[in-house]
């Protein structure tokens, strides 16, 4: 049992603890960090572990093996870098961070301090997209020439806080929330983005937006595809791979459709899973020398680099060539 401190004790973090605390095999929480001591004391005795208001404290405590970063996405690179040095694993919540050379800082505290490191993008883990892997690596659908990707929520609206309102925390509207996981998909399944095109349409600002992300990409080896993302319409998941002789698409969390040449169609449902549980078990793995992370380091930098381009591109007008 790999016992680790939680660094942000807001709704995500809260999600995080609730999903592991008594109920993973893998990993429990033993330490909390909080700026909110009082109001979060009640919640952390219901946990079973102590509270503290720094990083530095999680980090002093001989209990700790491992770190969960759940902190607002400017902190996360430098956070990471800290906890590395400390000589701990260290996992981050999504995004790694908010730019591709401070993503490659992070990865390089990492590898350094030679800690294993995971990020939170929880719908890898989805039964849907384990399926859709399987299918793009089997080799069934030929030479893969497209992807896209849509995710769309209403958590912006839901669980809105200030600082998720601001443009250095959450630049790119839907991006940091939503869009992040369809990055993810696709430094997975296309690799590297090689020139990336986006737009931004906003409808109405404030603590509950109206806007939608639309981006176009080119992979360094060939591959097309495009991203959508809508703040804050009903939940909404898809990602579709389109080979020369067949496609296979996610719907959701559960759901894989396959066609094939020749007009066969399949449509599969799998069992539902806890994904927050998954990656904290993953992690856990990970930590004990079980086997790696299943997200690699170069798809945690492609991922940033894509996301960075996005913001990029919206903020010109123009396509950005990575």
Request: hydrophobic letters at 45%; charged letters at 20%.
């Amino acid at each position: 049992m790999i016992n680790a401190a939680i660094v942000g004790l807001g709704w995500w973090g809260k999600n995080i603890a609730d999903a592991v605390q008594g109920k993973s095999r893998k990993l429990r929480f033993v330490h909390g960090v909080t700026q909110e001591l009082d109001a979060t004391q009640e919640y952390a005795r219901s946990k079973g572990f102590r509270l503290s208001a720094t990083l530095d404290a999680a980090l002093a405590d001989p209990a700790v093996q491992a770190v969960v970063l759940a902190t607002p996405h400017s902190l996360h690179a430098d956070q990471v870098v800290q906890v590395a040095k400390a000589g701990k694993p260290v996992f981050c919540e999504k995004p790694l961070s908010l730019t591709r050379a401070d993503a490659e800082r992070a990865i390089a505290a990492v590898k350094a301090a030679k800690v294993p490191v995971g990020v939170g993008q929880n719908k890898r883990f989805w039964p849907s997209m384990v399926e859709l892997r399987r299918v793009v690596t089997s080799g069934g659908l030929g030479r893969i020439m497209h992807v896209e990707g849509h995710y769309s929520n209403e958590h912006s609206s839901k669980f809105f806080a200030p600082w998720r309102d601001s443009p250095t925390e959450t630049p790119g509207a839907g991006m940091t929330g939503t869009g992040i996981h369809i990055l993810d998909a696709f430094a997975n399944i296309a690799g590297p983005a090689e020139q990336i095109t986006a737009q931004f349409i906003s409808h109405r600002t404030g603590a509950d937006p109206r806007d939608t992300v639309s981006v176009l990409f080119r992979f360094a080896n060939g591959i097309s595809g495009f991203l959508g993302a809508v703040r804050a319409s009903p939940i909404y998941f898809r990602v579709h791979v389109f080979g020369d002789t067949g496609s296979v698409e996610a719907l959701g969390e559960t759901q894989v459709v396959t066609r094939l040449t020749g007009g066969k169609t399949e449509v599969r449902d799998f069992p539902k899973i806890d994904s927050v549980l998954a990656e904290m078990d993953a992690f856990a793995d990970a930590v004990a020398g079980k086997a790696p992370y299943p997200i690699t380091t170069d798809e945690m930098v492609n991922t940033i680099a894509s996301f960075e381009a996005v913001i990029s591109s919206i903020a010109t007008g123009n396509a950005v060539h990575l």
